[in-house]
């Protein structure tokens, strides 16, 4: 279960503690990486004199980028064996190992794809990224389980799955499997049940209580509508039984034409519960025998528990499981009453258990934001817990620790509400959750800050970015950069401050113009076909805007569509080097996401209840780029 290493970090360095320290190190001491990742924001592109493009690249890197398209750039960034091409440059075979490449000399004038070397300074940079941003490649042998070995997720399980969600759900549920299977064999923890945070349409915990894996999933959504259509797919599934009816259909057709009122005499089984699956066809992949039973928690352990799934609403906002505990002993009191009083619920048999001693394991697949933190807290927090296995993503919603909130919160559509309550306060749920993190010394101060434009960043997937994925979002970045140009002639919004004050160091606001920025958000497809399309239908939208609505629309109503493809035309050499720097912001912004699950990872490590935590990849990052899970386990 756990890997040989417990980061999957570069070979480049000796240990876990090594690769930590130069972390750290980097990003608090790299200009460059700074700059990149939170120092600039790409409303500020165009806006800025020099512009962005100008300010923040060294000249030997300005002019070399500009010779070459984006794919032979993400090329260089990501896929290009860099060890040819620093050969050239010192005239010998040479280690990729970082530190002895520092300070090397020499150099010659040579060719790369048609044109001049990349500069040496660049190829450093883009190893020195490579070498401290975790290894994302992935071998689902290394965690596949016996069980999925040999059986398939069927169809009616598959069901409103996209094949990045059936691969997700496929890969982490086996690795769950796994996991519970080999703590119960090595007698760490018997677990009996699985927490699924944020459960949504659960599709992890239908197919992990399916007949392929029988287990207990307890499913905390936050959502009634998402409970809902998660029961009606258990029913699709055959995993719960519809709510059968019983009418006096004459009666009751009388009602409704409003002849009558009667009591039709309805009659109901009950809201549908996880039923005993039937017998699955054979092409579903797992033929199975129907039980007529559900074992109690004390079943004989060489007696394979069958599967069931609780639902539970519950708005998540800490790591206390209290209320998930007292609804799961809820559940188990009215099945021991329906033994007792004779009644044979679905499951029971007439000898429930009168033990309840759960042992959790809480999962997420895919957490947004501080709900991963809430679930690694969850095992210190609550005895029954044992074990947590959290795959986070959507960092931009994660909360700082350390500082004032970079939120900007959007005035076009409606507010996250745990944003509006975070907003002026220092969340102690936040970034960092490391006493590593919160406490290092650098020199602009102690601990470690990301603001918003840097944790956006580091959701992107530049490794799987097409010709047409690029010429896409680049060409709606450099239409909202444009925009802005246009907004800041205007006066409806500020210049960008002074420079040296937000470079480097990064503006908290993660971008450097005056007031709360401008969100626009997407806007309908139509309005990409041009510039003008895209000003007009931004304007359009802005107007519904109480704070900037109504001064946009003043300005721009003398703006002409000339004036617009005036400023198109005077601008429009740009996009090419704006494309240029968000790549390269992307491309940084690994070492960033590789930070933030550093730090999670050793928040686990500073608790004296956790006997072991690594961090692993659980999916192909084609497929699911934010594939780290974090897993940790209570003593």
């Given amino acids: 279960?756990?890997?040989?290493?417990?980061?999957?970090?570069?070979?480049?360095?000796?240990?876990?503690?090594?690769?930590?320290?130069?972390?750290?190190?980097?990003?608090?001491?790299?200009?460059?990486?700074?700059?990149?990742?939170?120092?600039?924001?790409?409303?500020?592109?165009?806006?800025?004199?020099?512009d962005l493009f100008e300010a923040v690249l060294l000249p030997e890197w300005r002019d070399w980028l500009r010779l070459f398209e984006i794919p032979d750039i993400l090329d260089l960034l990501m896929r290009e064996d860099l060890g040819?091409?620093?050969?050239?440059?010192?005239?010998?075979?040479?280690?990729?190992?970082?530190?002895?490449?520092?300070?090397?000399?020499?150099?010659?004038?040579?060719?790369?794809?048609?044109?001049?070397?990349?500069?040496?300074?660049?190829?450093?940079?883009?190893?020195?990224?490579?070498?401290l941003s975790l290894d994302r490649s992935f071998k689902a042998g290394d965690l596949t389980s016996d069980i999925a070995k040999t059986h398939s997720i069927s169809?009616?399980?598959?069901?409103?799955?996209?094949?990045?969600?059936?691969?997700?759900?496929?890969?982490?549920?086996?690795?769950?499997?796994?996991?519970?299977?080999?703590?119960?064999?090595?007698?760490?923890?018997?677990?009996?049940?699985?927490?699924?945070?944020?459960?949504?349409?659960?599709?992890?915990?239908?197919?992990?209580?399916?007949?392929?894996?029988?287990?207990?999933?307890?499913?905390?959504?936050?959502?009634?509508?998402n409970i809902n259509g998660a029961k009606d797919m258990d029913i699709s599934a055959k995993l719960a039984k519809k709510k059968a009816i019983r009418r006096n259909k004459k009666a009751f057709r009388m009602q409704q034409n409003g002849l009558q009122e009667v009591d039709d005499g309805e009659t109901t089984s009950g809201k549908a519960e996880l039923a005993a699956p039937e017998p699955v066809s054979q092409d579903c992949g797992f033929p199975v025998d129907t039980p007529q039973t559900i074992p109690a928690l004390d079943a004989p352990s060489d007696r394979r528990v069958l599967g069931n799934i609780q639902y539970i609403e519950h708005v998540i906002m800490d790591g206390d499981l209290k209320t998930v505990v007292s609804q799961l002993e809820a559940h188990h009191k009215a099945k021991e009453d329906d033994v007792r009083s004779g009644t044979k619920t679905n499951g029971s048999n007439g000898s429930y258990s009168t033990r309840l001693d759960p042992q959790l394991m809480v999962i997420s697949l895919h957490s947004c934001g501080n709900l991963v933190h809430h679930g690694l807290r969850s095992l210190l927090l609550n005895d029954s817990v044992k074990a947590v296995a959290m795959v986070g993503c959507c960092y931009n919603l994660v909360t700082e620790r350390l500082g004032p909130p970079t939120y900007k919160l959007p005035t076009l559509r409606p507010a996250h509400p745990r944003l509006d309550r975070s907003s002026s306060t220092y969340d102690p749920h936040g970034f960092p959750m490391s006493q590593r993190l919160a406490s290092y010394k650098h020199r602009?101060?102690?601990?470690?800050?990301?603001?918003?434009?840097?944790?956006?960043?580091?959701?992107?997937?530049?490794?799987?970015?097409?010709?047409?994925?690029?010429?896409?979002?680049?060409?709606?970045?450099?239409?909202?950069?444009?925009?802005?140009?246009?907004?800041?002639?205007?006066?409806?919004?500020e210049k960008p401050s002074a420079m040296d004050s937000d470079f480097g160091s990064g503006s908290p606001r993660g971008w450097s113009g005056g007031g709360q920025p401008i969100i626009i958000g997407s806007l309908r497809k139509s309005c990409y076909s041009s510039f003008v399309t895209y000003a007009r239908g931004a304007v359009d939208k802005i107007g519904e805007d109480s704070e900037h609505g109504a001064i946009i629309k003043e300005r721009m109503a003398n703006l002409s569509d000339s004036d617009l493809l005036m400023y198109y035309g005077k601008f429009k050499h740009k996009k090419h080097e704006l494309s240029l720097i968000w790549s390269l912001m992307a491309f940084s912004a690994g070492v960033m996401e590789s930070v933030i699950v550093v730090d999670r990872w050793l928040w686990l490590k500073e608790q004296e209840e956790v006997s072991n935590c690594w961090v692993q990849t659980v999916f192909e990052y084609e497929q699911s780029p934010r594939n780290l899970v974090v897993v940790g386990i209570k003593r």
């Avoid at 800050?449 to 840097?454: E, G, L, Q, Y």
């Avoid at 060409?475 to 909202?480: D, G, N, Q």
Wanted: proline share 5%; hydrophobic share 40%; charged share 20%.
């Fill in 1 to 50: 279960m756990c890997p040989e290493k417990a980061l999957p970090y570069s070979p480049i360095y000796a240990c876990a503690e090594d690769y930590v320290e130069a972390l750290l190190e980097y990003v608090t001491t790299s200009d460059v990486l700074q700059t990149l990742c939170g120092g600039v924001h790409i409303l500020d592109f165009l806006t800025r004199d020099p």
């Fill in 444 to 493: 602009h101060g102690e601990g470690i800050r990301m603001n918003i434009t840097a944790r956006m960043m580091a959701v992107q997937a530049p490794q799987n970015w097409t010709a047409i994925d690029c010429e896409g979002f680049f060409t709606r970045h450099f239409y909202r950069a444009l925009l802005q140009r246009v907004f800041m002639d205007l006066g409806v919004v």
């Fill in 84 to 131: 040819g091409l620093l050969e050239i440059y010192i005239g010998e075979s040479i280690s990729l190992n970082l530190h002895e490449l520092r300070g090397l000399q020499g150099g010659s004038v040579s060719q790369w794809r048609g044109g001049p070397l990349p500069p040496k300074s660049l190829l450093l940079y883009i190893l020195e990224v490579r070498d």
């Fill in 155 to 225: 169809r009616q399980l598959a069901v409103g799955m996209k094949p990045k969600k059936a691969h997700e759900v496929k890969n982490f549920a086996a690795f769950v499997d796994s996991s519970m299977s080999e703590l119960t064999a090595t007698n760490t923890h018997n677990i009996t049940h699985l927490v699924d945070f944020g459960s949504g349409q659960n599709y992890l915990g239908r197919v992990l209580a399916s007949p392929i894996y029988d287990r207990r999933v307890i499913a905390v959504e936050s959502k009634e509508a």
